[in-house]
């Protein structure tokens, strides 16, 4: 199994611009979830879906950041606009199930707002 | 809002000596899970534990869940330089799928 897949794997951006960040779950995951890590802050659930179904959004800090996951196999973050205080490494995770907390990385984005 | 505490932030030790971290929270966990990342990777889970009371041990690592549900510690028993790493708990409550971690603790082995 590859686990979970993201990229890019780096994204160097200018403020204002939108940012799209991309994660291939486990296949056979039905729980996905986004997370953020900085220094000051850690690792903070932003949203996760269930059956491609979003089911907790409320660590999604604003308006500019919105989550999609069309299929089971595909899930996008995306900024819009995006801004300096947004630069963090952006990492995907998913689970075989709902009660099932053990959850699988990836290796992250690093994104970096400048 | 919940959170966890994890201490100690930060440690160095000699490689071979025992390693001993451990988290606590305000609130009661059903789960706790344990797990380490490295530079430039994402979190890898070492240890899952379910039910209050529960030791389970990974080779070299041991952690336990906390009889009042709301504590877990992890040690690392003859620490070896490929230990190095940040190892974050990380807690889950009630039957609900998301996990909150710790803010982690950064372990470094002298050869």
């Known amino acids: 199994d590859a686990g979970v897949i993201q990229s890019p794997r780096h994204e160097v951006t200018e403020m204002g611009q939108e940012v799209t960040l991309r994660c291939k779950p486990i296949?056979?995951?039905?729980?996905l979830f986004w997370y953020r890590q900085t220094m000051m802050r850690g690792l903070e659930l932003l949203i996760y879906?269930?059956?491609?179904?979003?089911?907790?959004d409320s660590g999604m800090p604003e308006d500019r950041f919105s989550a999609k996951m069309p299929n089971a196999s595909f899930s996008t973050l995306k900024i819009q606009p995006s801004e300096p205080r947004d630069s963090a490494v952006y990492f995907c995770?998913?689970?075989?199930?709902?009660?099932?907390?053990?959850?699988?990385f990836g290796q992250g984005t690093r994104l970096t707002v400048v | 809002g919940q959170q966890l505490n994890q201490s100690p932030q930060s440690m160095f030790i000699q490689e071979g000596e025992d390693v001993s971290m451990n988290c606590t929270s305000s609130?009661?966990?059903?789960?706790w899970l344990w797990y380490k990342q490295e530079p430039g990777e994402g979190p890898v889970l070492l240890i899952a534990?379910?039910?209050?009371?529960e030791l389970t041990s990974n080779g070299r690592l041991t952690a336990q869940f906390g009889i009042t549900r709301k504590d877990s510690f992890l040690n690392i028993s003859a620490s070896i330089p490929s230990d190095v790493g940040i190892y974050f708990c990380?807690?889950?409550?009630?039957?609900?799928?998301?996990?909150?971690f710790g803010k982690g603790t950064k372990l470094s082995v002298k050869p």
């Open positions: 879906f269930n059956n491609n179904v979003p089911i907790d």
């Open positions: 534990l379910y039910k209050a009371g």
């Open positions: 990380a807690g889950q409550r009630g039957s609900q799928g998301n996990l909150i």
């Open positions: 995770a998913s689970s075989s199930g709902w009660e099932n907390t053990e959850a699988f």
């Open positions: 609130s009661i966990f059903n789960t």
């Open positions: 296949s056979g995951h039905n729980s």
